[in-house]
Every structure is written in C-alpha cells, then in structure tokens.
C-alpha cells in the first residue's frame, strides 16, 4: 500500500498494512507447501491447520465460551438476513412439544435503528409472517440516529423466536452502548457486521452473533457466525406439523454447517486466511481490550473536532454515536464536494457518506491507526478556518 494514503472506506475496508505485507510475502509459497493458500485443497492438512486456528484465535480474541459454535459461512450479512429466520424458528419449533395443537407462529422480534436492521426486517418478512417490529426509531423522530427509551419498545417477551438487532448501523452511525434487555428464555441475534472484535462483549447474552469479514475480520466472501449450541436443532423435511416453517436448505443450515466444521462445501480458503493473519495482529496488539482504548481515543477525538466546530454536524445523538462510522454533514451542503475533492488529493479516500444519507462518512475500524484520523482533523480544521 501506499504509505500515504488513508482508507476511510466502510467496507470492504483498510485492512492493516503487516497483514497485506506478510499475505504477499506468503503468496507463492505458503508454509512451504510450494503453492499459495489459494491453490491448496481445503481438505489438505495445512489447510485444516490454519481454519482450526483461525477459529481458537477467534475465540481467545471475543472470549468466546465452550457452548458456542463458530461458523465460517458465505454470503455476507444479506444472506444472514434470511438464515436467521430459517433456524431460529426452527430452533423455536424444536423447543415446544411435538403434539404443539395450536399453529405455530411466534413472533419475530426486531429492533430497527438504521438501513441494516430494517432491510433484515425486510427480508424476514418475505420468508415469514409474523415479524413484529418492537420500533422502527425513524418513525419515533423523522430520521435515524437516535434510539428510543425502552418504554417504548413493543417487545413480544417469551413468545418470541428470538429478538434481533443490529450492534452498529454503518450507514447511519448508531451504536448500541450496552446490550439490550430482553426476556433471557429469548435468543438475542446481532448483527455485529461493523463492530465486531472492537471492543469487548460478553457473548453469553447472545444466541446468534454474525458479521460479514470485509470491516475487521478480513476480506469480503467470509461471514463469521457464533451460535450457542441449543439453537442447532436436525431440520425437519417441510411438513404440515411444522406448519409455516420452511425446510432449511443445506448452505443455510447452521447445524449441518457445525456438523462439518464449517466444511460441508469449499469454504473462501483465501478469506479466511486473510481473516487467520488479522487474528495473530490482533492478538499481537493486545487484543481486543487493547484496540477497544485505541478505538475510543480516535471516536472521541473526531466527535470533539465536529462538536466544536461551526460547519460541521453530526446527525446522531451523543449516547448512540458510533465509534467505528462517522457520518456527518457539512452545514453548507455546497462545500460537501469540495471537502471530498481536497481530501482525495491529500491520500484520503472513501469519506463520501452512503448514497442514502449523503455527507460525508469517516470510518474507522481496527486498522485505521490514530495517525490517520489525526490526519483528517488536521484536514477538518484547515478546512473550517479557510471557511469561516
Ligand atoms: N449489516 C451491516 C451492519 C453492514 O454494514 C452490512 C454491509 N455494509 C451488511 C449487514 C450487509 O453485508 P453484506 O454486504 O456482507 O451482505
């Protein structure tokens, strides 16, 4: 990479440079094997060696317990979208006696904070007829970038399949600061795609965490999920007893992807490598308690610059502000261009905001170092007093 340009991309995103550095460095030959990671066999014994490790690295890095499966699944958060309703509700059926008289249709509880959560919604009311919306926070206050208070939310407690949210909304800058209360007989499922490994959680609230690998796993193709182990039930065949409730198909099993190791097809050997390089990073830095800090100081030196400044805003509520996406406005709309055209020739790339939202959008995960956002609030200030 050059060493002069900064990635603020929100994914697929900077991956850290002693990653890209030793990936090419391994490329043609990969631990001797002769060959690069790519061409080997993911039932060859190197390759098993590394997806074994990848996995107990993973684990040490989020503190993962004994009774959570991790799984290297395809398809990005979108197809996650559908695979959580599959075996969830079938992970529900599996709970309630066989001789069940009345139909079958709990609800399917859903937090809606930004675009990520609602098109999860969305999707799960495709396959599925009784998704509840426990608040859709647009309609609470006109645009995103709030959460609102818990007397609000219309929850549909023990009946429910499972309650689901999302960790951190890219597109609109929301982070959740604590995870959220529910009935604890309920699987809680996130959608932690754009804050994973960057700070603590304690993955014993959860029933599903999953997260598409182009943020701060690794390259894209690779989407990580970790269930807890009671939530892998035998899918049945489609039959009237299980009314409603669909036949899972194979790739979007969880329980046949656990009873493979991940291995039931030909798995993104490559991403998944990537993924193994960025674990030993990690793990070398400290771990994620250690980036937690390092994430926190650069979040709150970039709020601090647009709190006091006079052109530029931030369109989230203090409590919720992401520390991973920046989103913020310029308050002449007309300088929005111009900040974008002077930031791409000083080396900072990618800082247009969602084309949904517009302005301008600074991320920053794991890899992007404090220099860099130093970097850009030089820029910001430069930027604010030739305008002022
Ligand atoms: N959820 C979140 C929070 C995301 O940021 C994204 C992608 N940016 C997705 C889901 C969708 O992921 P994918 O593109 O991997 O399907």
Redesign the pocket.
């Known amino acids: 990479p050059t060493p002069n340009v900064w990635n603020f991309g929100?994914?697929p995103a900077k991956l850290p440079t002693s990653v890209l550095q030793r990936a090419q460095a391994e490329l043609l030959n990969y631990n001797n094997t002769g060959m690069s990671v790519m061409e080997l066999s993911h039932r060859s014994k190197e390759f098993d060696n590394l997806h074994n490790k990848a996995q107990r690295d993973l684990r040490t890095l989020l503190n993962i317990p004994d009774n959570y499966k991790i799984l290297f699944m395809q398809g990005?958060?979108?197809?996650q979208f559908a695979v959580v309703v599959y075996n969830l509700l079938a992970a529900k059926r599996h709970q309630i006696d066989d001789d069940l008289e009345e139909e079958f249709n709990p609800p399917l509880d859903y937090l809606i904070t930004g675009s990520?959560s609602l098109k999860a919604a969305e999707e799960a009311k495709k396959l599925y007829n009784n998704v509840n919306i426990v608040f859709d926070a647009k309609k609470f206050y006109g645009s995103y970038g709030s959460i609102p208070p818990k007397e609000d939310w219309k929850l549909s407690g023990s009946k429910a399949a499972y309650v689901y949210y999302?960790d951190?909304?890219?597109v609109n800058g929301v982070e959740f600061n604590n995870i959220p209360e529910i009935d604890p007989s309920v699987p809680l499922v996130c959608?932690m795609?754009?804050n994973i490994l960057t700070r603590r959680v304690d993955i014993s609230k959860f029933g599903v965490i999953y997260a598409?690998a182009?943020k701060n796993i690794g390259a894209a193709g690779l989407?990580v999920v970790i269930v807890r182990e009671d939530l892998l039930v035998r899918s049945k065949n489609f039959d009237n007893k299980s009314s409603g409730i669909p036949a899972i198909p194979s790739m979007l099993d969880y329980k046949i992807m656990a009873d493979h190791n991940s291995l039931y097809n030909t798995p993104p050997t490559f991403s998944i490598y990537i993924s193994s390089l960025v674990f030993e990073w990690l793990l070398e830095l400290g771990g994620v308690e250690a980036i937690e800090k390092t994430n926190l100081t650069k979040a709150k030196k970039l709020y601090e610059i647009i709190d006091n400044s006079k052109i530029y805003k931030s369109p989230v509520e203090k409590s919720v502000r992401s520390r991973m996406n920046v989103p913020f406005k310029i308050q002449r709309e007309e300088l929005e261009s111009e900040f974008l055209k002077g930031a791409i020739e000083l080396g900072m790339l990618q800082l247009k905001g969602h084309r949904s939202v517009g302005g301008i959008r600074a991320s920053m995960y794991n890899a992007m170092t404090l220099e860099g956002v130093d970097f850009l609030i030089e820029y910001m200030m430069a930027f604010e007093r030739k305008h002022c």
């Open positions: 929100a994914g990005g958060g979108n197809t990520w999302c951190n909304e890219t959608d795609s754009s598409g182009q989407t």
